[in-house]
Structure formats: structure tokens, C-alpha cells
Nanobody, 121 residues
Framework: QVQLVEFGGGLVQPGGSLRLSCVAS????????MGWHRQAPGKQRELVAR???????YYANSVKGRFTISRDNAKNTVYLQMNSLKPEDTAIYYC???????????????WGQGTQVTVSS
């Protein structure tokens, strides 16, 4: 069993920055993939960034160069640093984890509760 809790969402102006945190607990040694996803109203949930146990990362084209996923194993935490935020980044952001190294968004086994990110003037 793995439990995930997200922190760091909020309201920010366009061009601003936020850092999301995902704190994991439970059988975290079994996790090989951690992903950040988002879902905007009327849109399907999409993968934003993911990191594997070996440290390799992936980013959606829409956030490349602006978002950075990282981890602190000592703190059992994965971060999503979001810079140069745009209104279209507004969504609920979810942290997810899976034991596989290749996994699609709907197949992630463990999910956090989500945190709201709103980018608006």
C-alpha cells in the first residue's frame, strides 16, 4: 500500500511560479514510476511529467522548459516546480505512483487527492 498527499497548489498570476510537493508513505520501495497529472474542467486527465526510479524524466510538450520534476528520496517526496505559468495551466494537479516502469495515466495504481492550481490575473 502506498499513500500520496499533494501540497503547494494555489492562485498565481501569469508568469509566476509554484512548487508542488507529493509526500509518499507506505511501501514506497516498490514504486518505480512517479507522475504528475492534471485535469482541467471539461478536459481529460493528462500526464504532465514523470520520473522513474533511475532518475529519468519525461515532460509533456506543453510544459517543456517551464516545469521540472524532481525527487528527494530521504524525504519520500517528489516535486513539480512550475515556472512561467500560463492560464492554460489551470487545473487540478494529481500525484500518482506505480510499480511498473512503463505505465499510462489511467493505469497508475496509487493517486493523491489532488491540489488546485489557478493561474489568473
Amino acid at each position: 500500500q502506498v499513500q500520496l498527499v499533494e501540497f503547494g497548489g494555489g492562485l498565481v498570476q501569469p508568469g509566476g511560479s509554484l512548487r508542488l510537493s507529493c509526500v509518499a508513505s507506505g511501501s514506497i520501495s516498490s514504486i518505480n514510476t512517479m507522475g504528475w497529472h492534471r485535469q482541467a474542467p471539461g478536459k481529460q486527465r493528462e500526464l504532465v511529467a514523470r520520473i522513474r526510479s533511475g532518475g529519468s524524466t519525461y515532460y509533456a510538450n506543453s510544459v517543456k522548459g517551464r516545469f521540472t520534476i524532481s525527487r528527494d528520496n530521504a524525504k519520500n517526496t517528489v516535486y513539480l516546480q512550475m515556472n512561467s505559468l500560463k492560464p492554460e495551466d489551470t487545473a487540478i494537479y494529481y500525484c500518482a505512483a506505480d510499480r511498473n516502469r512503463e505505465v499510462t495515466t489511467p493505469d497508475y495504481e496509487y493517486w493523491g487527492q489532488g491540489t488546485q492550481v489557478t493561474v489568473s490575473s
